[in-house]
Structures are given as structure tokens and as C-alpha cells.
T-cell receptor, first 114, second 116 residues
């Protein structure tokens, strides 16, 4: 298995533009997580899905952020409009249904909003 | 709400020596899991070790072991015979065990430097 695949690896955009981050979880995993990592706030959970259904989106900072999981093999995190303070590394992670099973992380998307 | 605290922003160790990274957490749950993740400069998050709260025995993975003190809510990571490749940021994480959809809550991380 190729692991959790995220794209793009790097994204540079201008303030006000729409940004879409993509994630393909590991096949067979039924939970998917989006995390954001910054120096100031560390790793924050933005949202997670179970069986394609959003379970907890309390970490989504603002209405400018939205996430979808149209099927078991694909998820997107969209920021519209983007702002410089959104600059961070965004990680996607997936996990099978077992209780204590570890999270498998993608390589992250480094987002820079100028 | 559960919280995870890593009080050491940076640590350093001499190659081949032993180092211990600290982690404390706060929870009212009795069923949970604790993890240590490693993040090297490549940015990839790698699971180092996992501990089930109901197990009294400390988890061990080769050179990595934990000291799990449930009453004190402490979960430290010991790295023995440190290697240059151990240099990374290390994150302690907590997951409530009562639900298989539970989220992972991370500490702020500790940057480990290994000196040759």
C-alpha cells in the first residue's frame, strides 16, 4: 500500500485565492483526519470523518474552511478565501476501525499564503 | 477536556547516551491510549510506541521504552543508545479508548538534538 497520499506537497498562493488540499486514505481505513501544524499552535485537529461522515468539525477555525469526503477513497480540505494566517502544514491521516489502532499520516501539504 | 503537555521544547543528547522526554496529560477517562510520534525533518509523522492505559506493563520497542505512571498521568519516552537518526521532533498524543472514532490529541512537541 502506498500509504496516505496528499497533494500537493507544497502550495503557494495569494491572499484571497481558493485553496484545495487533497487526500487519499489507505484503502480499507474508515476514519480520516485533517490536522494543521503551526509553530505557535502545534498540531490541531480540524475535522475527522468516520465512514465518510463528518463526526467532529469543532476544530475548523472559520467558515472559510470546509472539508468533504465524497467517498471512502478521497477527501478535500478547502480554504476560501485564503489568508496569510492560514499558512501551515496540513496533514491528512487515516485509521482502521480498531480502537487503539495507530494513525497513518500523509506527508503533509505546506501551504504558504502571501 | 483532555489535554497533553510536553514541558520540554528542546532537548539534546550525546550519541549513544540515553535521553528521556516528558509528557503529562489530563483526563477523567479510565480507558485511553497514549502514543509517541516522531517527526523528522522530512515532515513525516512516524509512530514510535503505543501504550494502552489498562496495561500496567510499560511498552517497549527496541531502543524506545516508556515510563507510564497512570496515577500521576505521566507518560515519558526513554531513548537508549541514541543515534543521529533519532534527531527529530517528538509528539506525545492521547486518544480516548471508549470509541473507535476517537481523535488524537497532541502535545506541543519536543525537539531532540543528537550530538555526535
Amino acid at each position: 500500500d502506498a500509504g496516505v497520499i496528499q497533494s500537493p506537497r507544497h502550495e503557494v498562493t495569494e491572499m484571497g485565492q481558493e485553496v484545495t488540499l487533497r487526500c487519499k486514505p489507505i484503502s480499507g481505513h474508515n476514519s480520516l483526519f485533517w490536522y494543521r501544524q503551526t509553530m505557535m499552535r502545534g498540531l490541531e485537529l480540524l475535522i475527522y470523518f468516520n465512514n465518510n461522515v463528518p463526526i467532529d468539525d469543532s476544530g475548523m477555525p472559520e467558515d472559510r474552511f470546509s472539508a468533504k469526503m465524497p467517498n471512502a477513497s478521497f477527501s478535500t480540505l478547502k480554504i476560501q478565501p485564503s489568508e496569510p494566517r492560514d499558512s501551515a502544514v496540513y496533514f491528512c491521516a487515516s485509521r482502521s476501525g480498531a480502537r487503539g489502532e495507530k494513525l497513518f499520516f500523509g506527508s503533509g501539504t505546506q501551504l504558504s499564503v502571501l | 477536556a483532555q489535554t497533553v503537555t510536553q514541558s520540554q521544547p528542546e532537548m539534546s543528547v550525546q550519541e549513544a547516551e540515553t535521553v528521556t522526554l516528558s509528557c503529562t496529560y489530563d483526563t477523567s477517562e479510565s480507558d485511553y491510549y497514549l502514543f509517541w510520534y516522531k517527526q523528522p525533518p522530512s515532515r513525516q509523522m512516524i509512530l514510535v510506541i503505543r501504550q494502552e492505559a489498562y496495561k500496567q506493563q510499560n511498552a517497549t520497542e527496541n531502543r524506545f521504552s516508556v515510563n507510564f505512571q497512570k496515577a500521576a498521568k505521566s507518560f515519558s519516552l526513554k531513548i537508549s543508545d541514541s543515534q543521529l537518526g533519532d534527531a527529530a521532533m517528538y509528539f506525545c498524543a492521547y486518544k480516548r479508548g471508549s470509541s473507535n472514532t476517537g481523535k488524537l490529541i497532541f502535545g506541543q512537541g519536543t525537539t531532540l538534538q543528537v550530538k555526535p
